[in-house]
């Protein structure tokens, strides 16, 4: 599992995120970022050339070494990206100390999202705010059966990707007031494309 985590894994992660399809979410998610931004899961960049020149700086959470080395490459203008290598259960990060947090397809994969949702809530300066675009649970029973049965031998081969998360419940739960959200499929598996896109406020 070491090579397949750490080498091809990473290379799989990258194919797949580079999908035209999720390009005007990127577009929409990251161009209303400012200030000090911090991404959760930047995995290889290709979040870091949508960032408009009102944001001053991008810390860029990833935990995986694989990821981290494609997203130094990763085009990107002038702007000013420190990488952080931790968990975002943990963010070592000051409270109170970022404008903007931003998730792109990353609360699926994250072992315990409550945690990392509070810690997210923790880092945000008083107004700022958490930008998001996921893919999570369907409200169509018929999808919604196989987003549960295809989840854990999923979560196996894909990094630990959950397709069932609750993703509006859960950043609410995490003690966040709901700015906007918008859901509906993507073109694709209906499983894997039930899309979650918004912005919360710490409350």
């Given at each position: 599992?070491?090579?397949?985590?750490?080498?091809?894994?990473?290379?799989l992660c990258d194919?797949?995120?580079?999908?035209?399809?999720?390009?005007?979410?990127?577009?929409?998610?990251?161009?209303?970022?400012?200030?000090?931004?911090?991404?959760?899961?930047?995995?290889?960049?290709?979040?870091?050339?949508?960032?408009?020149?009102?944001?001053?700086?991008?810390?860029?959470?990833?935990?995986?070494?694989?990821?981290?080395?494609?997203?130094?490459?990763?085009?990107?203008?002038?702007?000013?990206?420190?990488?952080?290598?931790?968990?975002?259960?943990?963010?070592?990060?000051?409270?109170?100390?970022?404008?903007?947090?931003?998730?792109?397809?990353?609360?699926?994969?994250?072992?315990?999202?409550?945690?990392?949702?509070?810690?997210?809530?923790?880092?945000?300066?008083?107004?700022?705010?958490?930008?998001?675009?996921?893919?999570?649970?369907?409200?169509?029973?018929?999808?919604?059966?196989?987003?549960?049965?295809?989840?854990?031998?999923?979560?196996?081969?894909?990094?630990?990707?959950?397709?069932?998360?609750p993703i509006r419940?859960?950043?609410?739960?995490?003690?966040?007031?709901?700015?906007?959200?918008?859901?509906?499929?993507?073109?694709?598996?209906?499983?894997?494309?039930?899309?979650?896109?918004?912005?919360?406020?710490?409350?």
């Open positions: 599992m070491g090579i397949y985590r750490d080498v091809i894994l990473p290379r194919l797949s995120m580079r999908n035209e399809r999720l390009r005007p979410y990127r577009e929409r998610v990251i161009g209303a970022a400012q200030g000090r931004v911090l991404e959760i899961g930047v995995g290889s960049g290709l979040n870091l050339p949508f960032y408009g020149p009102v944001v001053g700086e991008v810390l860029a959470l990833e935990p995986s070494a694989g990821l981290v080395a494609m997203a130094r490459e990763a085009p990107r203008s002038d702007l000013p990206v420190s990488f952080i290598d931790a968990s975002a259960e943990a963010i070592p990060l000051d409270d109170k100390s970022v404008d903007t947090v931003v998730t792109t397809w990353t609360l699926c994969t994250i072992p315990d999202a409550a945690a990392a949702l509070t810690e997210m809530r923790r880092v945000l300066r008083p107004g700022g705010k958490l930008l998001f675009v996921e893919h999570g649970l369907a409200p169509d029973r018929g999808v919604r059966w196989w987003q549960d049965t295809l989840t854990p031998v999923w979560r196996r081969i894909s990094g630990g990707c959950h397709l069932n998360r419940s859960m950043i609410e739960c995490g003690g966040f007031r709901m700015e906007r959200v918008e859901t509906g499929y993507m073109q694709g598996p209906k499983p894997m494309t039930f899309m979650y896109e918004g912005s919360a406020r710490p409350e």
